[in-house]
C-alpha cells in the first residue's frame, strides 16, 4: 500500500501543501516518503527513508519549487525498503522529465521487465512502478500524453498513478478500480489523492473520484479526460473499507467510517454472544466496535490503549518480558476488564499470533470470558494487488478451520463476519469490489510464476 498526492497550483507553495497531503496519508506507508516538484522548466525530487515528518526539513521543501507537485508515501509490496526504491521516481528519457508516484500492485510486471531488459534496459530498482518508466521511455508515440497512454495500457494489475511532467499533472487509474484516487479543488488548484482526509487538511473540497480507467490530464489549458482502456469489471478493494483507508475518507463514494460502523452492526447481528462490555483492538477496529456495541446494546470501553510513538526500530528489552512486542503498542486497562466478559473486536486475524497474545493480555488483566469478533471474514488468500499480506502458508485461516483458531488464540469464541455480511455493509454494487483474500478468486490472471505460486499453495492446502 502507498500513498499518492498530485497538486496543479499556480501561484502556491506546492512543495509544502504537498507534504502536509502526505502527512494525512502517513497511515498508507511509512517506509519512505518523496516530494518532486516542476516549474515549466525542470523538475526535481526530494526522497528520504522513514515517515514524512522525517524526511523533509524546512529547507528541503524551499529547495522544491514550481507550481505542480507529486508525492508519495511508501510500504513496499513489490521491491525491498531502500532509498532506490523510494518514490516519486524522476527520469529524463526522450520525452522529457517525468515523474512517478504509484499505488497498487502490477501483476505482470516481471514478464514486462524481462523483456525490457531483454531489449537493453537498465534497471535501477527492484520495483514495479520503474517498468512504467521503461515503457514510456521506449515509447515511439509522438506526445508525451499519447507515449504515457501507450505505456499504462502494457499492464495490468492495480495502479493508480499521479504522474508530473515539466507542465503537467496527471492522474491515471487502472481499469478495475483497485485502489482510490480522488480529484479535489482548491481556489484555482487542482489535487489528486489517494485518499480524500488529504483534502481536507489542506483545506480542499471533493470534486470527485478519478474514474476506474480514466487517464486526466491536468494543464494550464484545464483538465482533459480520456478512457483508454477496454471495459473491465470493476474490483474495488473492499479491505480500503475493513482495514487500510482512514475513517475521515471517503473511498469508492462511501465514508470508510459508515462502513466500518456497519461492518460491525451486521457482525452483531450475525454473531451475538452474552457478554459485558465491547472493547475494540484499537485503532482499526474501531469504527466496528462502535457498530456491534450500538446493534447489541452493550457498553463500548476503550479496554486496551494504544501507544502510538513507537518508531520503525525502538531497543528491545535485555531480558525477556512477557509479551513484549504485543505489549509495546498496546496495554489493558484492568479497572475495564477485571470481572467481565469481554467482546474483543478486531478487523483481521492474520497468522494468529498477535491476536493469541491480545486474548492473553485481556484474560491477564482480569476479564472472565474473551470472546473475539473479527469484522471480515477469514483471511485465506494473499493480495497481489498492492496490500502486503502474507504468503497462504502463513495465514492461519487458510490451514485452520475457525474452531481450531479459536483455540489457537485461546478465546472463549470466535466469530468472523460473513462475506455476504460484508458485501451488505459496503453496500452499492456488490459485484464491484475485490475480495480476493476472503475468497481466494482473483480478478486480475497472474502471469507465470505468481500463478505457479498460487497452484502450489493450493496444492499443500488440499
Ligand atoms: S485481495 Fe484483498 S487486499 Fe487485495 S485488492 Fe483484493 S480485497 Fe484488497
Given at each position: 500500500m502507498c500513498g499518492v498526492f498530485g497538486l496543479y497550483a499556480p501561484d502556491r507553495d506546492v512543495a509544502r501543501l504537498t507534504y502536509f497531503g502526505l502527512f494525512a496519508l502517513q497511515h498508507r506507508g511509512q517506509e519512505s516518503a518523496g516530494i518532486a516538484t516542476g516549474d515549466g522548466v525542470k523538475m526535481q525530487v526530494s526522497r528520504a527513508m522513514g515517515h514524512v515528518a522525517d524526511a523533509f526539513t524546512p529547507e528541503t521543501l524551499t529547495s522544491l519549487p514550481g507550481h505542480l507537485a507529486i508525492g508519495h508515501t511508501r510500504y513496499s509490496t513489490a521491491g525491498e525498503s531502500r532509498l532506490e526504491n523510494a518514490q516519486p521516481m524522476l527520469i529524463d528519457c526522450a520525452h522529457g522529465q517525468i515523474a512517478v508516484a504509484h499505488n497498487g500492485n502490477i501483476v505482470n510486471a516481471r514478464e514486462l521487465r524481462d523483456e525490457l531488459v531483454r531489449d537493453g534496459s537498465i534497471f535501477q530498482t527492484s520495483s514495479d512502478t520503474e517498468v512504467v518508466l521503461h515503457l514510456y521511455a521506449k515509447s515511439k508515440a509522438p506526445s508525451v500524453?499519447?507515449?504515457?497512454?501507450?505505456?499504462?495500457?502494457?499492464?495490468?494489475?492495480?495502479?493508480?498513478?499521479?504522474?508530473?511532467?515539466?507542465?503537467?499533472?496527471?492522474?491515471?487509474?487502472?481499469?478495475?478500480?483497485?485502489?482510490?484516487?480522488?480529484?479535489?479543488?482548491?481556489?484555482?488548484?487542482?489535487?489528486?489523492?489517494?485518499?480524500?482526509?488529504?483534502?481536507?487538511?489542506?483545506?480542499?473540497?471533493?470534486?470527485?473520484?478519478?474514474?476506474?480507467?480514466?487517464?486526466?490530464?491536468?494543464?494550464?489549458?484545464?483538465?482533459?479526460?480520456?478512457?483508454?482502456?477496454?471495459?473491465?469489471?470493476?474490483?474495488?478493494?473492499?479491505?480500503?473499507?475493513?482495514?487500510?483507508?482512514?475513517?475521515?475518507?471517503?473511498?469508492?463514494?462511501?465514508?470508510?467510517?459508515?462502513?466500518?460502523?456497519?461492518?460491525?452492526?451486521?457482525?452483531?447481528?450475525?454473531?451475538?454472544?452474552?457478554?459485558?462490555?465491547?472493547?475494540?483492538?484499537?485503532?482499526?477496529?474501531?469504527?466496528?466496535?462502535?457498530?456491534?456495541?450500538?446493534?447489541?446494546?452493550?457498553?463500548?470501553?476503550?479496554?486496551?490503549?494504544?501507544?502510538?510513538?513507537?518508531?520503525?526500530?525502538?531497543?528491545?528489552?535485555?531480558?525477556?518480558?512477557?509479551?513484549?512486542?504485543?505489549?509495546?503498542?498496546?496495554?489493558?486497562?484492568?479497572?475495564?476488564?477485571?470481572?467481565?466478559?469481554?467482546?474483543?473486536?478486531d478487523d483481521s486475524i492474520v497468522r494468529g499470533t498477535t491476536s493469541r497474545t491480545i486474548v492473553k493480555m485481556v484474560r491477564a488483566a482480569g476479564a472472565r470470558e474473551v470472546h473475539l469478533r473479527i469484522s471480515c471474514p477469514p483471511t485465506v488468500s494473499p493480495c497481489f494487488y498492492g496490500v502486503d499480506t502474507p504468503s497462504r502458508s502463513e495465514l492461519i485461516a487458510a490451514t485452520h478451520t475457525a474452531e481450531e483458531i479459536r483455540k489457537y488464540v485461546e478465546a472463549d469464541s470466535l466469530s468472523y463476519l460473513s462475506l455476504n455480511g460484508l458485501k451488505s455493509a459496503v453496500g452499492g454494487e456488490q459485484a464491484s469490489y475485490c475480495t480476493s483474500c476472503y475468497t481466494g478468486v482473483y480478478p486480475v490472471a497472474f502471469p507465470r510464476d505468481e500463478q505457479a505460486y498460487l497452484q502450489l499453495a493450493l496444492k499443500a492446502l488440499d
Open positions: 500524453e499519447e507515449a504515457l497512454i501507450e505505456s499504462v495500457q502494457q499492464v495490468s494489475g492495480a495502479f493508480s498513478l499521479a504522474l508530473l511532467t515539466k507542465n503537467r499533472l496527471i492522474a491515471a487509474r487502472d481499469p478495475h478500480g483497485f485502489r482510490p484516487l480522488a480529484l479535489g479543488r482548491l481556489g484555482d488548484a487542482w489535487i489528486v489523492c489517494s485518499e480524500t482526509c488529504a483534502l481536507d487538511l489542506i483545506g480542499a473540497t471533493y470534486v470527485r473520484d478519478i474514474e476506474p480507467g480514466e487517464v486526466l490530464v491536468i494543464s494550464e489549458g484545464g483538465l482533459r479526460s480520456s478512457h483508454p482502456f477496454p471495459k473491465s469489471p470493476l474490483a474495488h478493494c473492499v479491505f480500503e473499507h475493513v482495514y487500510f483507508a482512514r475513517p475521515d475518507s471517503y473511498v469508492f463514494g462511501r465514508s470508510v467510517n459508515e462502513v466500518r460502523t456497519a461492518l460491525g452492526q451486521h457482525l452483531a447481528m450475525e454473531a451475538p454472544v452474552e457478554a459485558d462490555v465491547v472493547v475494540p483492538i484499537p485503532d482499526s477496529g474501531v469504527c466496528a466496535a462502535i457498530g456491534y456495541a450500538e446493534r447489541a446494546k452493550l457498553p463500548l470501553q476503550m479496554g486496551l490503549i494504544r501507544n502510538h510513538y513507537i518508531g520503525r526500530t525502538f531497543i528491545q528489552p535485555q531480558q525477556s518480558i512477557r509479551h513484549f512486542n504485543v505489549r509495546v503498542k498496546l496495554n489493558p486497562v484492568r479497572s475495564i476488564l477485571e470481572g467481565k466478559r469481554v467482546i474483543l473486536l
